[in-house]
């Protein structure tokens, strides 16, 4: 009867091992695909855009296109808008370079979440988790105070080349937030749910361990699955 107990348990105890894996696994690929999504928030130029205005003529049409951290996009006559900035040498518009760093560096953070994957052949694994927990929590602050600070730096230049005198910090005047906004906002809720199983897989390690592997070098859950 012990023995058919004990059996029970290791059969539990490995299909538990087998689930945790698999959610590390899914944990790993969301890490990278937010990765790439930090990347293409920094540089679209999809912040804001004008909004869909009818125009009944009496004078100049108003201008059309989109503005985000480093470039402003302007719709021409051709199928390609005329872009101007300082995306190739990343030197954001004045007013926005506070939001810029913080982009900046969430997406140091969370790159360097996926860089430390590479640690859970050499390191022990609840550590691992615990360090990108801590790198997606702060990647996850740093993004949410650059959407607070974005539309209260409105009150510039480019903004009102784009959207009209109207302009003022939180009030875009002709303008609407675009996808590139959005989707950092929904980086924010992404980074948060990252980092919480993060948590929760490294504070759960040991018990998703064999016995005789507590005292060892522990090999990733990850990389070993």
Same mark, same amino acid.
């Given at each position: 009867?012990?023995?058919?107990?004990?059996?029970?348990?290791?059969?539990?105890?490995?299909?538990?091992?087998?689930?945790?894996?698999?959610?590390?696994?899914?944990?790993?690929?969301?890490?990278?695909?937010?990765?790439?999504?930090?990347?293409?928030?920094?540089?679209?130029?999809?912040?804001?855009?004008?909004?869909?205005?009818?125009?009944?003529?009496?004078?100049?049409?108003?201008?059309?296109?989109?503005?985000?951290?480093?470039?402003?996009?302007?719709?021409?006559?051709?199928?390609?808008?005329?872009?101007?900035?300082?995306?190739?040498?990343?030197?954001?518009?004045?007013?926005?370079?506070?939001?810029?760093?913080?982009?900046?560096?969430?997406?140091?953070?969370?790159?360097?979440?996926?860089?430390?994957?590479?640690?859970?052949?050499?390191?022990?694994?609840?550590?691992?988790?615990?360090?990108?927990?801590?790198?997606?929590?702060?990647?996850?602050?740093?993004?949410? +105070? &650059?959407?607070?600070?974005?539309? $209260?730096?409105?009150?510039? *230049?480019?903004?009102?080349?784009?959207? =009209?005198? /109207?302009?003022?910090?939180?009030?875009?005047?002709?303008?609407?937030?675009?996808?590139?906004?959005? +989707? &950092?906002?929904?980086?924010?809720? $992404?980074?948060?749910?990252? *980092?919480?199983?993060?948590?929760?897989? =490294?504070? /759960?390690?040991?018990?998703?361990?064999?016995?005789?592997?507590?005292?060892?070098?522990?090999?990733? +859950?990850?990389?070993?699955?």
């Amino acid at each position: 009867m012990q023995h058919h107990s004990s059996e029970v348990a290791r059969l539990y105890q490995t299909e538990f091992i087998r689930s945790a894996r698999a959610v590390g696994v899914l944990w790993a690929v969301c890490t990278l695909c937010f990765a790439v999504i930090e990347v293409v928030i920094l540089i679209q130029p999809s912040w804001v855009g004008t909004r869909e205005l009818h125009y009944r003529g009496g004078g100049p049409a108003p201008p059309t296109g989109t503005l985000g951290l480093f470039e402003v996009c302007m719709e021409t006559d051709w199928p390609v808008p005329e872009c101007r900035g300082s995306l190739h040498t990343l030197t954001p518009f004045p007013a926005f370079q506070s939001p810029a760093v913080l982009v900046c560096m969430s997406l140091t953070m969370v790159w360097a979440s996926v860089g430390c994957l590479c640690l859970f052949r050499f390191c022990n694994a609840a550590t691992v988790y615990k360090i990108c927990a801590w790198l997606q929590l702060t990647a996850g602050f740093c993004l949410a +105070l &650059a959407c607070v600070l974005f539309p $209260d730096s409105w009150a510039c *230049a480019e903004m009102r080349a784009l959207c =009209g005198e /109207r302009v003022s910090s939180f009030s875009p005047g002709n303008c609407s937030v675009h996808w590139a906004y959005i +989707l &950092a906002m929904l980086g924010v809720l $992404d980074a948060g749910i990252l *980092a919480t199983l993060a948590f929760v897989l =490294g504070n /759960r390690q040991d018990a998703l361990l064999p016995d005789d592997a507590k005292d060892g070098d522990v090999t990733g +859950l990850l990389l070993a699955a």
